[in-house]
């Protein structure tokens, strides 16, 4: 008979899918900011206006990201690429909002791409698997 999960195990997984969704919900965010960069330059305004508020969106979804990927890497023995990825992508992304701001473009559109292949890397790294260690409970 299979043992019963324990609240450790149920926890463990409730952060790898929270996790796992905000990382997605983050890549759907941040691959919706070159659309609408796009959509501006047919000279449309409120297009630019939602560009920088999804920039604003994605910073905040990516502050909550931090802490569910520590919990992910230490007690969900999860990788420890996971924080460190989301911490470099937070400040990738705070930078990257104040050159937007600051119509630094030169700087702006590379880091861009940066942040969505980065952005790929983490749905990558939360829908990872690890091996679980040998007698642990799932």
């Known amino acids: 008979m299979p ?3 324990t ?9 790898r899918a929270l996790f796992a969704v905000g990382a997605l919900l983050h890549l ?3 691959g919706a900011q070159p659309f609408l960069a796009g959509w501006s330059l047919d000279g449309d305004g409120d297009a630019l206006e939602l560009h920088g508020v999804n920039g604003s ?3 905040t979804v990516s502050m909550v990201l931090i802490p569910l990927s520590l919990l992910r ?11 460190v990825l989301t911490v470099l992508l937070f400040a990738a992304e705070t930078f990257q ?10 700087v702006h559109v590379p880091l861009g791409v ?13 829908f990872a698997r690890r091996p679980e260690p040998a007698g642990a409970t799932p």
């Open 3 to 5: 043992e019963k999960p």
């Open 7 to 15: 609240f450790v195990s149920r926890v463990n997984r409730a952060v």
């Open 28 to 30: 759907l965010l941040v």
């Open 57 to 59: 969106v994605i910073l």
């Open 73 to 83: 890497w230490r007690p969900g023995r999860g990788t420890a690429w996971a924080p």
């Open 97 to 106: 909002l104040g050159m937007g701001y600051a119509d630094i473009h030169i």
């Open 114 to 126: 940066g942040v969505v292949i980065g952005s790929f890397a983490l749905v990558g790294l939360a």
